[in-house]
């Protein structure tokens, strides 16, 4: 992917699920944790972080079979952890065929993997031109730091597609990761 995702509640999505840490998670977690403690940059922070997530990326079974279901009327986020001290949140994502998000931005860094399905992803720069798209695929993994995140992301295909959304921020807290949006 070449830029982040919304993970959390958009006007359009449900609100996302709060629960309590899932054990598979503890290995990402742990990695996480450190990769933020290094205290660097945004950019290399989210770089860190994706590395973190390409080793420790979980199977869609860190969703119950009921949560990887998805909802009928928009894309549905899964809150699966947000460290104590606030400085990071992992949610899971699920897109039933045809869901989008708006044209937006974020708040901080991102890092995102792919663990079913497909999501195509729009980019755009500061004036809203097109000026890449991608298909990310099940193990993709990748982040950005704005600025220059400003995308959409959809599945067009027609099986539900999970992705892992990592945040430098509380998404419990702020309750969304996006800054604007821009349609």
Same mark, same amino acid.
């Given at each position: 992917?070449?830029?982040g995702?919304?993970?959390?509640?958009?006007?359009?999505?449900?609100?996302?699920?709060?629960?309590?840490?899932?054990?598979?998670?503890?290995?990402?977690?742990?990695g996480?944790?450190?990769?933020v403690g290094?205290?660097?940059?945004w950019s290399?922070?989210?770089?860190l972080?994706?590395?973190?997530?390409?080793?420790?990326?979980?199977?869609?079974?860190v969703?119950?079979?009921?949560?990887?279901?998805g909802?009928?009327d928009?894309y549905q986020?899964?809150?699966?952890?947000?460290?104590?001290?606030?400085?990071?949140?992992? $949610?899971?994502v *699920?897109?039933?065929?045809?869901q989008? =998000?708006r @044209?937006h931005? &974020?708040?901080?860094?991102?890092v /995102?993997?792919?663990?079913?399905g497909?999501e195509?992803?729009?980019?755009?720069?500061?004036?809203?031109?097109?000026?890449g798209?991608?298909?990310?695929?099940?193990?993709d993994?990748?982040?950005?730091?704005?600025?220059?995140? $400003?995308?959409? *992301?959809?599945?067009?295909?027609n099986? =539900?597609? @999970?992705?892992? &959304?990592?945040?430098?921020?509380d /998404?419990?807290?702020i309750?969304?990761?996006v800054?604007?949006?821009?349609?």
């Open positions: 992917m070449n830029s995702m919304q993970a959390s509640s958009m006007t359009t999505a449900h609100a996302p699920t709060v629960t309590r840490t899932r054990a598979e998670l503890a290995g990402l977690v742990a996480v944790r450190t990769a290094a205290h660097v940059d290399s922070t989210a770089q972080v994706a590395e973190q997530l390409q080793r420790h990326l979980p199977s869609p079974d969703l119950t079979a009921q949560e990887r279901l909802a009928v928009a986020s899964h809150t699966l952890h947000v460290e104590s001290d606030g400085s990071f949140s992992i $949610i899971a *699920v897109w039933r065929p045809g989008l =998000t @044209i931005d &974020h708040v901080t860094w991102c /995102v993997g792919v663990i079913q497909v195509h992803e729009e980019l755009f720069d500061a004036n809203l031109n097109p000026i798209s991608s298909d990310n695929r099940v193990g993994v990748s982040g950005f730091a704005p600025p220059g995140d $400003i995308h959409r *992301v959809h599945n067009t295909a099986t =539900t597609a @999970i992705s892992v &959304h990592i945040y430098g921020t /998404v419990a807290r309750g969304s990761s800054r604007r949006f821009y349609n």
